[in-house]
Antibody
């Protein structure tokens, strides 16, 4: 069974930056699309970004486009989310999730435990 | 962007009873719909994909139906561990992938 472990969350000031990481194991990381999905406190799920298995194609929600950058290092089995120009509304638990697709986005059948990002002054 | 609307927001059901949750898409998504369960304090768990196919290890009491814009998830006989929040998600038109707002199934 796939294992995903997020890290890098914490407190950031508005306008600040954070870099999230997701260490993957027990599956062929480079074969799968990876997604970031967030959940604001007490709210529902919101897809943030996805990246193809090769890393050649990246996709973003409009709410983060131009501020967040998804990337992956297939040699290290690690997914990243660089978050810049953070806003209060970015406060959420960020999940790393393994998609079943390799190039296009489908649904996620493995999820990490999440890392909490809080944006506040 | 395809908007997913779930109803009701909260469903109160007694253990052993049947629960039916609804999910509507703002335009046709064919059968490209997934359902997830999220128990309190836990990560989401895939239940159903392609509208009606149970994911690995999911009990047969969970079933999904629908196509186009109207979908439903039925739990035939609620067990204590089934009280949770359920989300639908479309993957026909992306980006973005979009989720419904969720239905909380609570104990009556």
């Amino acid at each position: 069974e796939a294992q995903l472990l997020e890290s890098g969350g914490g407190l950031a000031q508005p306008g600040g930056s954070l870099r999230l990481s997701c260490a993957a194991s027990k599956f062929t990381f480079s074969s799968y699309v990876m997604n970031w999905v967030r959940q604001a406190p007490g709210k529902g799920l919101e897809w943030v970004s996805g990246i193809s298995g090769s890393g050649d194609d990246a996709y973003y929600a409009d709410s983060v486009k131009g501020r967040f950058t998804i990337s992956r290092d297939n040699s290290r089995n690690t997914l990243y989310l660089q978050m810049n120009s953070l806003r209060a509304e970015d406060t959420a638990l960020y999940y790393c999730a393994m998609d079943v697709g390799g190039t296009r986005l489908y649904y996620s059948d493995s999820w990490g435990q999440g890392t909490l990002v809080t944006v506040s002054s | 962007e395809i908007v997913m609307t779930q109803s009701p927001a909260t469903l109160s059901v007694s253990p052993g009873e049947r629960a039916t949750l609804s999910c509507r898409a703002s335009q046709s998504i064919g059968g490209k719909l997934a359902w997830y369960q999220q128990r309190p304090g836990q990560s989401p768990r895939l239940l159903i994909f392609d509208a009606s196919i149970r994911a690995s290890g999911i009990p047969a009491r969970f079933s999904g139906t629908g196509s186009g814009t109207e979908f439903s998830l039925t739990i035939s006989s609620l067990q204590s561990e089934d009280f949770a929040v359920y989300y639908c998600q479309q993957y026909n038109n992306w980006p973005p992938l979009t989720f419904g707002g969720g239905t909380k199934v609570e104990i009556k």
